[in-house]
């Protein structure tokens, strides 16, 4: 189902919040020059509620420390428009809830890694809606897989601007999933608000300390931990600070 407003990623662009921000060709071209150290920093103990007195919804396992997994996820788009080889690659929560049973494939990705993260992607699992690149940058909605990993056809299409004139129809570069609208969040959560917690957990080893909106930030296909899910999600429980 091709539309000319996507939510792309042919390179995850930073967040205009961040002062730094740039818009990179492709998120392999980017520095790694993280973002959350180029932006106005919260203080490390800014994180209100704190971790500590965050219940987790399921008792930690032992033993099993050094092994992460991943089975949440956090999807980037672009809920302004922006031109990308002249089309509108523009696609907000509300283009997604526009769309026929709030359904739609999540195509565009142009960064190996990123496609590696969808091409793990399984059936049901939840994932947060990030608007990125605007005013103010942050998590509006959940969503869930309802089609796994296959060819994303915009790499085929000479009109399209994610074209990939190397990839083969044989043997496609790159992958798309198809995801559904399951709700908004109950509030909308900042980056800013997430920030706070990340470097609070930083310095006291909280559930957010290595979450990778701030370590690999330019990705726009991010997995998140049961942990990570479960901690953000009970943000939009909280007040706004």
Not at 106 to 122: E, P
Request: hydrophobic residues 30%.
């Amino acid at each position: 189902m091709p539309w000319p407003s996507r939510k792309r990623d042919k390179g995850a662009v930073a967040d205009k919040k961040e002062p730094d921000a740039k818009i990179a060709k492709t998120e392999e071209e980017t520095s790694d020059k993280e973002e959350e150290e180029k932006s106005a920093k919260p203080p490390a103990g800014s994180s209100k509620s704190g971790w500590k007195n965050w219940k987790k919804k399921e008792p930690e396992s032992g033993g099993e420390e050094s092994k992460i997994t991943y089975c949440h996820w956090l999807l980037k788009s672009e809920p302004e428009s922006r031109l990308e080889k002249g089309v509108d690659v523009k696609f907000s929560v509300d283009d997604l809830k526009a769309q026929p049973n709030q359904t739609t494939c999540w195509d565009g990705v142009r960064n190996y890694q990123a496609r590696n993260f969808l091409r793990s992607m399984k059936l049901g699992q939840q994932a947060f809606f990030y608007h990125s690149n605007c005013k103010e940058p942050g998590i509006v909605a959940i969503v869930k897989i309802v089609k796994e990993a296959y060819p994303d056809h915009t790499q085929f299409d000479q009109k399209d601007p994610h074209y990939d004139s190397t990839s083969r129809k044989e043997n496609p570069k790159w992958s798309m999933v198809d995801v559904q609208f399951v709700r908004m969040t109950k509030r909308f959560i900042p980056l800013s608000e997430i920030k706070a917690h990340h470097l609070a957990h930083k310095a006291d080893g909280g559930p957010l300390k290595d979450m990778m909106l701030f370590t690999r930030q330019r990705l726009s296909i991010q997995p998140l931990t049961q942990e990570e899910f479960d901690f953000v999600l009970s943000l939009e429980e909280e007040k706004p600070h």
